[in-house]
Nanobody, 119 residues
Framework: VQLVESGGGLVQPGGSLRLSCAASGFTFSRYVMSWYHQAPGKERELVAVISSVGGSTNYADSAKGRFTISRDNGENTVYLQMNSLKPDDTGVYYC?????????????WGQGTQVTVSS
């Protein structure tokens, strides 16, 4: 199982970034996918989540109106479009894949991609 994030970097306040998370080794279309943010010295927090077929999304209050989560089940990839970035958005962004059945919960994490918002 692999989740590989990309697209992070240094951006000025007000700028945009598009993060990608390429998945392999599991049936991507069966998993709920999420993005998490871990700011320096803080706990990891949920930013956005998208259902397995992409019909439902949810966002943290801090992300609403600025970030958009999407997925391409044909490409086994989930995206996070981040607009109007603020210095508080700085940190590591992690991709998460989760699926639950009556017998087991499957929970996978990527290694993260660094986003720095600074002038």
């Amino acid at each position: 199982v692999q989740l590989v994030e990309s697209g992070g970097g240094l951006v000025q306040p007000g700028g945009s970034l598009r993060l990608s998370c390429a998945a392999s080794g599991f049936t991507f279309s069966r998993y709920v996918m999420s993005w998490y943010h871990q700011a320096p010295g803080k706990e990891r927090e949920l930013v956005a989540v998208i259902s397995s077929v992409g019909g439902s999304t949810n966002y943290a209050d801090s992300a609403k109106g600025r970030f958009t989560i999407s997925r391409d089940n044909g490409e086994n990839t989930v995206y996070l479009q981040m607009n109007s970035l603020k210095p508080d958005d700085t940190g590591v962004y992690y991709c998460n894949a989760k699926m639950r059945n009556p017998y087991k919960e499957y929970d996978y994490w990527g290694q993260g991609t660094q986003v720095t918002v600074s002038s």
